[in-house]
């Protein structure tokens, strides 16, 4: 249990007071953070409220999508906010290809400068950059980096405990090339957060909200989990499930299932 | 025009006597056909209506779904159908995981073997096995394979002439390893199809009948056919597209609109 941590994605509509409570109460000592929900707060009275409570912030969600107007400002904000918080790394969703245009590679190579420019503050106020590939169904509209092979080349000019990525077993699963790019990522010193949610059938429309909790889909969530533990990873376990089904239901109930799920397949 | 073949996809519900006129009117030279709707109409029957009307049948959709009990007879009678219809090759969608199964690894490795002890057959009536990678969100339910090194590795061990790989830009537009994998996919003498769709969002439930006709996504399709045809490639060219809004038209209307879309997107 000691390294598990519940990603508040997946209790979208639990508020954060009652969220840190049922988290102390049920022995969990981290959480992942959403930028919406902890500005809806008050970032510092976020962090005042974690911090009392005595849970550790395991990432900040998210930075990235750099095709839009202002993502420079908007990033570093986000790195603020991390550093606020405590977290050790800010999740960058990179953003789909700009309005128009089908050059991806492109859109990818920007990626990677628009991540270089950051550098230097994520190295001022300490948080890393984490730069995590989505699935390739989202290529085109949210993410434009698919694979953790990926994220690693567009991080690969950067000190690494500046620039990192997000390994998410939801979004690569389907990967046979994973394996060797997890043993990578961990010789590079890039693994900022390990996440963990199953994959199920069918998709819902838009395919954002079809996420499993573990143990409800086919991933092979253990062995992802022993990966980047033989790659030297030694931080948090995040479940992150986006569903419409489990954010339904009641916080606390949700998050003793996902505990037990953590336990009996991912652990 | 002379390389553009019609996938009956694309007009699913146009009647294939009518499809069949319509292609000859409209100067198409080339179908692509699928077993359902052969076989509702008769084998025999279909390949004497191709035939008389100066058709040639492009490819024929699909065999594979290896995990399902009865696939060697299913697909030996697969070979049989292309191999009357004049059928170059057979397209494979290898299926998903068999039910309650995690081990990717595992279903991959038995769509290679299922393959191979077909060979002998598809040698038997001269029809090549094209096996597709299918985009990653079919991984778990439709098709383990999911990029083009996966088809490639998967038919290494057969003789070209009777295992081949297919090229769909639905399914490989997000893979940056794609370019590298069509220029060994020539090299290798295995580009049994080429076959241009669109990636256009949301996708929609299920996200299978979500694909655009030629242009209307995001999708470098010229680079695509540019790329196989600098890989030695010179056959035909299907539009394959799957798509509620497209198959609620009438055939005609769509067939003249996918000409118009292939001769300025793609060709």
Same mark, same amino acid.
């Given at each position: ?79 603020? =906010? ?137 991933? =092979? ?31 606390? =109930? ?14």
């Amino acid at each position: 249990m000691k390294r598990f941590s519940l990603n508040q994605a997946t209790t979208k509509h639990w508020p954060l007071p009652d969220l840190v409570n049922g988290c102390v109460e049920a022995g969990v000592t981290g959480v992942g953070l959403w930028r919406e929900e902890v500005q809806a707060y008050g970032v510092e009275r976020t962090a005042a409220l974690v911090r009392d409570a005595g849970l550790a912030v395991t990432s900040l969600c998210r930075g990235g999508f750099f095709q839009e107007p202002g993502w420079q400002d908007e990033n570093r904000r986000a790195l603020d =906010e991390a550093a606020t918080l405590g977290a050790p790394s800010l999740v960058l969703v990179s953003g789909g290809l700009p309005p128009g245009s089908r050059d991806l590679d492109a859109a990818r190579a920007h990626v990677g400068r628009a991540v270089g420019t950051l550098v230097p503050h994520a190295q001022d106020v300490g948080v890393q950059l984490a730069i995590e590939p989505l699935h390739p169904m989202f290529g085109s509209d949210r993410c434009v980096v698919s694979t953790l092979k990926q994220a690693l080349d567009l991080a690969s000019p950067y000190p690494s405990e500046a620039v990192g990525v997000v390994i998410d077993t939801y979004h690569l699963w389907w990967d046979d090339t994973v394996w060797d790019q997890i043993t990578r990522a961990g010789r590079e010193n890039r693994i900022s957060c390990f996440q963990a949610a199953d994959w199920v059938t069918p998709l819902p429309a838009g395919v954002l909200l079809g996420r499993g909790l573990p143990g409800t889909g086919c991933v =092979e969530l253990r062995r992802f989990r022993e990966a980047v533990d033989a790659a030297g990873y030694t931080g948090p376990v995040e479940v992150e499930v986006f569903a419409e089904n489990v954010w339904s239901r009641p916080g606390r =109930e949700v998050l003793d299932e996902t505990i037990q799920r953590y336990l009996t397949h991912v652990a």
